[in-house]
Structures are given as C-alpha cells and as structure tokens.
C-alpha cells in the first residue's frame, strides 16, 4: 500500500510540474510577443523621429517642407524633386512596414489604423507630396490591396482625370 500511494504522489507531482512548465512556456511566449510588438512601434516610431529631427537640424531638408505644403507658390528644382521622392519612398515603407507587422499579428488592426489615418493626415498637410507618393503606387500596385495605403488609392483615384466629353450611348 505504502508503494501505491508513493507512486500516486510522484505521478502527481509530476502532473503538477508538467503544468508549470507549460504555464511557464506560455508565459515566456507571451513576453516575447510583447517584447515583439513593442520593437516594432519603437522602431517605427524611430523612423518618424529621424525625419523630424533631420527636418529640424538640416536646413536643405527643411526648406522642402514649405515646397511639400504648397506646392504652387514654389519653384522646386531638379535636385529638391529628387529629396521629395527619397522623403516619400522613407514614408511608404514606414508604413509599409506596420502593414507587414498587422499582417504578421505584431500590430493590432486599431494602431494599422492610426497609421492610415496618419498617411491621410500626411497626404493633406503635404500636397507637394502627391506626385512622388502616386509615382511609387504606380510602381507597385500590389500596395492597393493593403488598408494602410487607402489615402493612396484615394488619391490615385482623385487625380485620374474624368472623361467628361466622352460622346453619350447611342441607342
């Protein structure tokens, strides 16, 4: 009787060890996701703030921004043409990046949003922006099926020129 219930106790406490360790697996994947997701919005966010502090510290790049705000009351040359679509490019793959990390379950579908709103924002605030923005999304189209770029593809969508003489159906 003795060796029964010895081997009952054993086969408990391995029960019970078998189950710490899987909460303990669980509990370091979850850390780890954790640790993930906040890599990803740091990183991201590292990405905005180097543009602010290279607007801020660089006066070529920050004599861009009255160009990119109003793109008609300013002459822009060959070489701040060239600045504009470099700055565009490093903005779409900021957010292309948080698409992958949302399709990758390392950004919630809530803070994909915000950077859509935010790619709006931007698009509004900067119309200089709009040419080198619709050169890339022409060069890429799969960008079109992605939720972050949808400013793009509602602007895209506004620049194509309406055929209004176009003759009606005959029928």
Known sequence: ???????ETVEIIGVISIVAALLLVAWE???SNRIAVAKIEMELAHGFNEMNMIRATTPDFARLFPKMNSPANHLVTATEESQLQGLAWHIANLYYSAQIAHDNALLDAQRLDMYRLDLAQTLD???????PFLQIYDAFPEMGSM???QPL???EARSVPQDTDAAPDAD
């Open 1 to 7: 009787m003795k060796n029964s219930h010895l081997r």
């Open 29 to 31: 994947v979850r850390q």
């Open 125 to 131: 605030r900067f119309p200089g922006l709009h040419a």
């Open 147 to 149: 939720p972050v770029f």
């Open 153 to 155: 593809r509602d602007l």
